[in-house]
């Protein structure tokens, strides 16, 4: 089994904090109005910081053999079991949904920085590949 452990990476706060300044472009070369564009902007910039500043929940995604891998949380005491399921899979960015045997559905989203680069070789191999 290979376990990858997820961090924090780069490209996924620059690609927030670059739609927030868009949004205030957006505003500016718009020119709905002083209130109505400072509320839009605000909302915009509000949830790209609450986004920069929450908690990764998802710890590290176990691929097993076949089908199954575990996506370990870090409130739960056990991991979720399923399958991994592809959306998206690209040299930087990999979309995919972990559907388990109780009917959960998980969608997770990561950037080649989020792992290590071995690690996101392995997730792409076993994404592109099948069970490796």
């Known amino acids: 089994m290979n376990q990858l452990e997820f961090r924090p990476g780069r490209i996924r706060s620059v690609l927030l904090v670059s739609v927030g300044l868009m949004a205030l472009i957006a505003v500016i070369v718009a020119q709905p109005g002083l209130l109505p564009g400072l509320v839009m902007a605000a909302g915009v910039i509000a949830y790209c910081w609450f986004q920069l500043r929450r908690k990764r929940r998802w710890q ?53 920085d989020e792992l290590d680069p071995a690690g996101f070789r392995k997730l792409l191999a076993r994404l592109r590949l099948g069970g490796i």
């Open 60 to 112: 590290a995604l176990r691929l097993g053999a076949g089908d199954d891998s575990l996506l370990f949380d870090a409130e739960a005491e056990r991991p979720l079991a399923g399958q991994l399921i592809p959306i998206f899979v690209s040299p930087f960015f990999v979309s995919l949904r972990l559907d388990s045997p109780d009917l959960r559905r998980v969608w997770l989203s990561v950037f080649r």
